[in-house]
């Protein structure tokens, strides 16, 4: 979070792709997150880390991977609020730009 505060995006990216990494070999941390990290989050911590990927794509121009990204979250978290409002937004301005 500190990289995207400083809109250091390249480097967030790396940070959250490892934090999708080790979530993905370790679901049992993300599932029981309440009570190993105390986190009473609604959104698990590999989902999280997917939208920030996909929000520092939308940061750096890269719109296609951003929206390829929100569209995979949504296959995998369909009530992602995040990734339906991010795909809404980039698909609203590029019809714009057409």
């Known amino acids: 979070m500190k990289a995207i505060k400083q809109k250091d995006f390249k480097t967030a990216t790396e940070h959250f792709k490892q934090s999708v990494d080790f979530f993905t070999k370790n679901k049992w941390i993300d599932?029981?997150?309440?009570?190993?990290?105390?986190?009473a989050s609604k959104m698990c911590y590999r989902e999280m880390a997917l939208c920030n990927i996909a929000f520092?794509?939308?940061?750096?121009?890269e719109a296609e991977k951003a929206k390829a990204l929100y569209e995979q979250i949504l296959k995998e978290y369909p009530d992602n609020g995040i990734a339906y409002y991010g795909l809404n937004s980039i698909n609203t301005f590029s019809n714009k730009a057409d």
């Open 56 to 61: 520092c794509y939308s940061q750096t121009m």
């Open 31 to 39: 599932k029981y997150r309440a009570v190993i990290l105390l986190s």
